[in-house]
């Protein structure tokens, strides 16, 4: 009995002994094509689920990633050039993307596109939850088809269920030219007294749906300040009363309905909110100034000048996603995401959301 007891007792740490060996024998300098726990986008880390699960949220995340971002190569829809492009890349154990190159080519640049699209992740710093082995981080190489499909792009779009179209002939115009629409809103648009008080000043910008018969309906409302109901129905007001002012777009020799974009500016007149009002004049015109500078690449100058009039209007939407904009031109992704975060909640708009899972994976991490 003793002897069985010594042979077991030696059989078993023989055992742990080959299992601690091979746990150290783990190569990190090797590229493997499959390992226990696969490489993840963070967001599906998250998840209370399976790991199959998990691996196909992955999947669907990193296609959806693709497909959004990647652009049909010119030369490739001219020639008609379609099919499916097969990448591969190597999510590094350290999180990042790394020798990517393309398995399978159809031609006309699509191939480097998709490539492009992959090599993208590591400047926008989207960083991978990487793959382990035996517990150990290791560098796993992912393999995936992206197919490149010519669809006719038709001249409209469906908004709900207008149609809206987005190519024409001749655009929809004010009768009387931009001078007379400018003199129309500034004529009608009404102030509420509800914001005299407070002294509240923003921009309103309505899309507007001129009809086929030169009628005016309401797509879609950004309220930029957030002014609230008052401003905002005065705004629907003042568009909406100016049917039968407009010229319809067309398309192909007949009238079709367009959106056309309005700006409405709210300013009180009266004499206590005069300080106020000027102090906003001047900080829309350092918006513009710094977003000019900005684009002809004096970009420290620019955001300058945008820090400035966020300062004055620290809750304006519309300075913020123009810093925000700069920020992620020059990889802030930090202060981008802050500032686009804050755009979102004045907001409250779809585009926003789509820009920012992109946009903050992985700041809070890096922090």
Known sequence: MRLFFIYFLVTTLGCFYQIGTAQSQVDTDKVYVFAEEMPLIPT???????????????QDLLLNYIYQNVQYPDSA????IEGTVVVSFVIGRDSTIKDGKVVKDIGGGCGDAALYVINAMNPLQLKWVPGKKQGTPVDVRMTIPVKFKIKEVP?????????????????????????????????????????????????????SLIGADGSVEILEMIDYSNLGMDFQFEAISTVTASASQWDAAEYKERKVPTSYPIRLNFKPTATTCQTRVSTYEKAQILAVEGSTLFNQGEHLAGIEKLDEAITSFPNNAEFLYARGQAHLDLDNREQACLDLTKVKEILLVSWVDNLLPLICLGVEKEK
Not at 48 to 54: I, Y
Not at 182 to 200: I, M, Q, R
Request: proline share 4%; hydrophobic share 35%.
């Open 77 to 80: 829809r001219f020639t008609g």
């Open 155 to 207: 001249p409209y779009v469906l908004i709900d269920r207008d149609t809206v179209y987005t190519t024409w002939d001749t655009p929809a115009a004010y009768k009387g030219g931009e001078v007379a629409l400018t003199e129309y809103v500034n004529n009608n648009l009404k102030y509420p007294t509800v914001g005299v008080a407070t002294c509240e000043v923003g921009v309103i910008e309505v899309k």
């Open 44 to 58: 599906c880390a998250t998840y209370d689920t399976t790991a199959a699960a998990k691996h196909k949220c992955t």
